[in-house]
């Protein structure tokens, strides 16, 4: 086994449980996405070996070549990164969960193209909160019409929201802005959508992202190392 992963494995879910404790939230309401990029199969292994088992991935292709390779464990996979066009069966396929949904069109093609023999992919829309140029995520004010859509979709299942805040400098900006992706959240539920998913919170932020009702955080390098 490797002692290094599973030690850090330790380390942030004893970060996400103070993190729980100090926002008055019980233990096991945020759930920790391992993100394994730019790791081979072994370190997956180890960290499954530690006891996770939700694994996030970014570059598609990637993805696919290592969850082939770990087809005997039952983990389940996350697709965090960009979708283009051509790459949509590829997730559609393989991955369990996609968070980065940002338009109606990769929306359709994933719905089109999962495999009626695997349950319908669990998806959340991503959303550029902060307006941050440089990332994708659909904008605040064109998020209700496209969680309609995406929720009418019949081999998805939307369950809620992904953000990537750029970074802040202070405690107090972080949390405006995650406060900011509950309150879409919570409106896109007031309008009758069963949303139950919020991935927001990596290492930087990842207390505040749970202080504001985070209910998925994303950790690659505390627990795997610098890429
Ligand atoms: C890489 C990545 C992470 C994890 O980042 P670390 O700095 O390695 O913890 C989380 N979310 C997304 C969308 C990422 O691309």
């Known amino acids: 086994m490797n002692t290094t992963i599973a030690e850090n494995l330790a380390q942030v879910h004893a970060h996400i449980q103070a993190a729980c404790q100090a926002a008055g939230r019980a233990p096991g309401s945020v759930q ?50 960009p ?18 949904i940002d338009r109606l069109k990769i929306a359709q ?12 992919l669990q998806v959340c829309i991503q959303v550029n909160v902060d307006g941050g140029e440089t990332k994708s995520g659909v904008a605040p004010q064109d998020l209700p019409a ?20 750029e970074p802040a400098e202070t405690d107090a900006q972080m949390r405006a802005v995650h406060r900011q992706a509950k309150d879409l959240l919570d409106r896109l539920r007031a ?17 505040a992202a749970i202080a504001e009702g985070s209910t998925m955080v994303r950790v690659g390098t505390a627990i795997f190392g610098k890429r």
């Open 32 to 81: 920790l996405l391992a993100v394994s990029k730019t790791w081979g199969p072994d370190a997956v292994r180890a960290a499954h070996a530690a006891g996770q088992t939700a694994f996030g991935e970014n570059y598609i292709q990637e993805a696919v070549d290592k969850i082939t390779a770990l087809h005997d464990l039952p983990l389940q996979w996350h697709c965090i990164g």
């Open 83 to 100: 979708i283009q066009s051509n790459k949509t069966r590829l997730v559609a396929e393989h991955f369990d969960w996609v968070h980065s």
């Open 109 to 120: 093609r994933l719905s089109e193209q999962r495999p009626d023999h695997r349950p319908p």
């Open 146 to 165: 496209l969680a309609q859509a995406v929720a009418a979709l019949p081999r998805l299942q939307l369950r809620g929201l992904m953000t990537i805040p």
């Open 191 to 207: 309008q009758g959508l069963a949303l139950d998913t919020l991935s927001m919170g990596m290492s930087a932020d990842l207390a």
